[in-house]
Nanobody, 121 residues
């Protein structure tokens, strides 16, 4: 079983920065996809950024040029550097990963509990 724990959320003024972290623990053989999602009240959860095992990345248009996703493979930790934050970035941010416990295991999707990001105007 893999556990994901996010940290780094908080309250920041518009234009400020935050860095989210997501630490994976448990029995991990490999993780081939890491995602950051967010959900604001009354809205659907959306994919914000993705990083694949090979290093390729994806960003939703609204955060391109402002957010950077990265990971430390040795530490099994995912990051999201968020700069030039806007009030519309306010949401609960969730880390998700697709991984497996052994070379013979199936891939499973794992989710963290979320960390709140609030951007004041």
């Amino acid at each position: 079983q893999v556990q994901l724990v996010e940290s780094g959320g908080g309250l920041v003024q518009a234009g400020g920065s935050l860095r989210l972290s997501c630490a994976a623990s448990g029995i991990i053989f490999s993780i081939n996809v890491w995602n950051w999602h967010r959900q604001a009240p009354g809205t659907e959860r959306e994919l914000v950024a993705r990083i694949m095992s090979g290093g390729s990345t994806y960003y939703v248009d609204s955060v391109k040029g402002r957010f950077t996703i990265s990971r430390d493979i040795a530490k099994n930790t995912l990051y999201l550097q968020m700069n030039s934050l806007k009030p519309e970035d306010t949401a609960m941010y969730y880390c998700a990963a697709r991984g497996r416990a052994s070379s013979r295991s199936n891939y499973n999707d794992y989710w963290g509990q979320g960390t709140q990001v609030t951007v004041s105007s």
